[in-house]
């Protein structure tokens, strides 16, 4: 008699493999983890088929219940979830059969990070970004071999799945962006995937662990991190027909970080190592729907006429931006809020030292989108991915509403701004009917909860006084901050600077941190410190003194950075962080 080991699938009853459902039907004994193998699989089974679940069993009742049955000739048959050999436990039931000598074979099954990949639509070998997946797990009760430790794979940023993690999300998180993952970087959490009740959340490394908190996710997920969920910076083309606009290409593409290509016409490459091409019409036709942007540095006439006959769908274009080769301007053409052209002008702008040419700056149908609107007045974009959503629920016309926190500093300046774009703005209790429309774009420094598809754009009205340890890394920084944030209701994305004595001026730690935050770095004097804290009659820690010679950094350097009296988060204290958060009266306006 062989005993079968079965990989289960990862819930769906229909992706367990043909040969393991006629197995199973076949089966006299059935031992399956009942903790996460669907139960309507066992629908498969004989009538007389005896099914334990192992959930209760320990290795040993499992062990004797397979040697009884196949003493007794029963085929039986030893069911896991996902594939057995990932984190299945099998081996040490191997060992024991085989100590035994009793014959096996495993059956193999889908793991539950390929569900998750079906479930968000995903390729996690994507060219040009990566050709590696790496599956691995937070330390928990089995321990992980420290050079697998989440931070030193995430050096990789290849695509990763994690395992069993998801009620330490905050570390996750936390290790990823030490590891070197950008804190924007696209991440997914895939609960019960394909079950009936499976549920998607996505974000950014910045807003994951919120969103998943607050909807409450603890177990049976997956984590997907990686460029390949997209959000990946775009690939571009910069096409030039003259010398001049050959050079110009090279060094604009010299200060720019993300990927791309140049090409110029053969015999006026200037110089460069550009790809050549005989002729601009052949050449748009080749490559205009293989970039996410194009660039081309001529007049803006040969533009039009050579990407005329591609031009289909604001959802399909490219973005065109389009630079004289003096580099004085830079347009941005066409799908300039789907396509990202608008933003892509501004970036080829800077790093070419021209002037952004935008014309789309008031709305789509009369609506602005929130991402002009953000960048007018200068408000973060939270989350960031969910911004096409809703631009693509603006164009096609659905109701989306928006909506102004009356409790923020600039209220009535953004009321009179919403005025002036003609926008129409909803109450709080209009937000309450979710009946009433499909998308909502919400200007709130709050964690609110929002049942409907929605977008924060977030001002800065934080200042986050910080006080350290030498040594503390980006991420225990970052992650205090959050938890710091959330502990008074707000987004990390409100933050407008961070604060610190000057004696940390040059803690690694720190530094990483705002660079990663993009938001001013501001330290204090031990000087301008005593006087905060003379003034507003702060509380002292004798062991703070003895360390840097104030005796309160963290509310200190908050309220001078915030420029008010007013304490949101009074000293907090984490590990080796303490943390405090004042309020900026009048966030600077864009
Ligand atoms: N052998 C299984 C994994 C067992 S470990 C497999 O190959 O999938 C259990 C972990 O797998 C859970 O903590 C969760 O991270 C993941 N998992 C199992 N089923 C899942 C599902 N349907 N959706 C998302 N994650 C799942």
């Given at each position: 008699?062989?005993?079968?080991?079965i990989g289960?699938?990862?819930?769906?009853?229909?992706?367990?493999?043909?040969?393991?459902?006629?197995?199973?039907?076949?089966?006299?004994?059935?031992?399956?983890?009942?903790?996460?193998?669907?139960?309507?699989?066992?629908?498969?089974?004989?009538?007389?088929?005896?099914?334990?679940?192992?959930?209760?069993?320990?290795?040993?009742e499992?062990?004797?219940?397979?040697?009884?049955?196949?003493?007794?000739?029963?085929?039986?048959?030893?069911?896991?979830?996902?594939?057995?050999?990932?984190?299945?436990?099998?081996?040490?039931?191997?060992?024991?059969?085989?100590?035994r000598?009793?014959?096996?074979e495993?059956?193999?099954?889908?793991?539950?990070?390929?569900a998750?990949?079906?479930a968000?639509?995903?390729?996690?070998?994507?060219?040009?970004?990566t050709?590696?997946?790496i599956v691995?797990?937070?330390?928990?009760?089995?321990p992980v071999?420290?050079?697998?430790?989440?931070?030193?794979?995430?050096?990789?940023?290849?695509?990763?799945?994690?395992?069993?993690?998801?009620?330490m999300?905050?570390n996750?998180?936390?290790?990823?962006?030490?590891?070197?993952?950008?804190?924007d970087?696209?991440i997914?959490?895939?609960?019960?995937?394909?079950?009936?009740?499976q549920?998607?959340?996505?974000?950014?490394?910045?807003?994951?662990?919120?969103t998943?908190?607050e909807a409450?996710?603890?177990?049976?997920?997956?984590?997907v991190?990686?460029?390949?969920l997209?959000?990946?910076?775009?690939?571009?083309?910069?096409?030039?027909?003259?010398?001049?606009?050959?050079?110009?290409?090279?060094?604009?593409?010299?200060?720019?970080?993300?990927?791309?290509?140049?090409?110029?016409?053969?015999?006026?490459?200037?110089?460069?190592?550009?790809?050549?091409?005989?002729?601009?019409s052949?050449?748009?036709?080749?490559?205009?729907?293989?970039y996410?942007?194009?660039?081309?540095?001529?007049?803006?006439?040969?533009?039009?006429?050579?990407?005329?006959?591609?031009?289909?769908?604001?959802?399909?274009?490219?973005?065109?931006?389009?630079?004289?080769?003096?580099?004085r301007?830079?347009?941005?053409?066409l799908?300039?809020?789907?396509?990202?052209?608008?933003?892509?002008?501004?970036?080829?702008?800077?790093?070419a030292?021209?002037?952004?040419v935008?014309?789309?700056?008031?709305?789509?149908?009369?609506?602005?989108a929130?991402?002009?609107?953000a960048?007018?007045?200068?408000?973060?974009?939270?989350?960031?991915?969910?911004?096409?959503?809703?631009?693509?629920?603006?164009?096609?016309?659905?109701?989306?509403v928006?909506?102004i926190?009356?409790?923020?500093?600039?209220?009535?300046?953004?009321?009179n701004?919403?005025?002036?774009?003609?926008?129409?703005?909803?109450?709080?209790?209009?937000?309450?009917?979710t009946?009433?429309?499909?998308?909502?774009?919400?200007?709130?420094?709050?964690?609110?909860?929002?049942?409907?598809?929605?977008?924060?754009l977030?001002p800065?009205?934080?200042?986050?006084?910080?006080?350290?340890?030498?040594?503390?890394?980006?991420?225990?920084?970052?992650?205090?901050?959050?938890?710091?944030?959330?502990?008074?209701?707000?987004?990390?994305?409100?933050v407008?600077?961070?604060?610190?004595?000057?004696?940390?001026?040059?803690e690694?730690g720190?530094?990483?941190m705002?660079?990663?935050?993009?938001?001013p770095?501001?330290?204090?004097?031990?000087?301008?410190?005593?006087?905060?804290?003379?003034?507003?009659g702060?509380?002292?820690?004798?062991?703070?003194?003895?360390?840097?010679?104030?005796?309160?950094?963290?509310?200190?350097?908050?309220?001078?950075?915030a420029?008010?009296?007013?304490?949101?988060?009074?000293?907090?204290?984490?590990?080796?962080?303490?943390?405090?958060?004042?309020?900026?009266?009048?966030?600077?306006?864009?």
């Amino acid at each position: 008699m062989t005993v079968r080991f079965i990989g289960a699938g990862p819930g769906d009853p229909e992706l367990i493999t043909v040969k393991g459902q006629r197995l199973l039907a076949a089966a006299d004994t059935i031992i399956y983890a009942g903790s996460l193998v669907n139960p309507a699989l066992l629908a498969f089974a004989k009538q007389d088929a005896v099914i334990m679940n192992s959930a209760a069993m320990t290795l040993d009742e499992v062990i004797d219940a397979i040697a009884q049955a196949t003493a007794a000739g029963r085929e039986v048959v030893r069911l896991h979830t996902g594939d057995p050999s990932i984190y299945g436990a099998i081996k040490e039931q191997m060992d024991a059969l085989d100590a035994r000598g009793i014959s096996y074979e495993v059956v193999p099954g889908v793991s539950s990070f390929l569900a998750a990949a079906a479930a968000l639509r995903c390729e996690y070998t994507l060219p040009e970004v990566t050709q590696t997946i790496i599956v691995t797990r937070l330390e928990g009760r089995t321990p992980v071999p420290e050079r697998e430790k989440l931070a030193a794979l995430a050096s990789h940023r290849a695509t990763m799945c994690i395992f069993l993690s998801v009620h330490m999300l905050d570390n996750v998180v936390g290790e990823l962006i030490a590891g070197g993952y950008p804190a924007d970087t696209p991440i997914a959490v895939v609960q019960k995937a394909s079950w009936p009740d499976q549920k998607i959340y996505h974000g950014t490394l910045a807003t994951i662990a919120g969103t998943v908190q607050e909807a409450g996710v603890d177990r049976t997920a997956m984590i997907v991190v990686g460029n390949c969920l997209g959000g990946g910076k775009m690939k571009t083309a910069f096409i030039s027909v003259t010398d001049n606009g050959a050079r110009l290409a090279a060094d604009t593409a010299a200060n720019l970080t993300c990927k791309l290509d140049l090409y110029a016409k053969a015999g006026r490459e200037g110089g460069t190592e550009a790809t050549t091409y005989e002729s601009l019409s052949e050449l748009v036709a080749e490559i205009y729907q293989k970039y996410n942007g194009l660039v081309f540095i001529m007049a803006t006439g040969i533009v039009v006429r050579v990407i005329a006959p591609h031009i289909r769908d604001k959802r399909y274009d490219p973005a065109v931006v389009v630079m004289d080769e003096g580099g004085r301007h830079a347009i941005s053409l066409l799908a300039g809020h789907l396509g990202g052209a608008n933003e892509l002008t501004h970036v080829v702008a800077k790093a070419a030292g021209a002037a952004p040419v935008i014309t789309t700056a008031t709305d789509i149908q009369q609506k602005p989108a929130p991402d002009v609107l953000a960048a007018r007045i200068g408000l973060e974009i939270e989350p960031f991915d969910q911004l096409k959503r809703i631009n693509a629920a603006l164009v096609a016309g659905k109701r989306v509403v928006f909506f102004i926190d009356c409790s923020l500093p600039n209220y009535e300046h953004y009321v009179n701004l919403a005025a002036e774009q003609c926008i129409m703005l909803v109450t709080a209790d209009d937000l309450v009917h979710t009946d009433r429309y499909d998308a909502a774009v919400v200007i709130s420094d709050k964690e609110l909860y929002m049942v409907k598809p929605h977008i924060f754009l977030r001002p800065a009205t934080m200042a986050v006084g910080v006080g350290c340890r030498r040594g503390v890394s980006s991420a225990e920084l970052f992650t205090a901050i959050t938890d710091a944030c959330r502990k008074i209701g707000r987004s990390v994305k409100s933050v407008g600077s961070v604060a610190t004595t000057a004696v940390k001026d040059d803690e690694i730690g720190l530094l990483a941190m705002v660079e990663q935050m993009a938001v001013p770095f501001k330290t204090y004097s031990n000087e301008q410190l005593l006087h905060c804290i003379e003034k507003f009659g702060l509380e002292t820690s004798a062991f703070v003194e003895e360390q840097i010679g104030v005796g309160n950094v963290c509310e200190a350097s908050a309220l001078l950075a915030a420029g008010t009296d007013k304490l949101l988060l009074g000293k907090t204290i984490y590990d080796k962080i303490s943390v405090a958060i004042a309020e900026v009266k009048s966030p600077s306006l864009a």
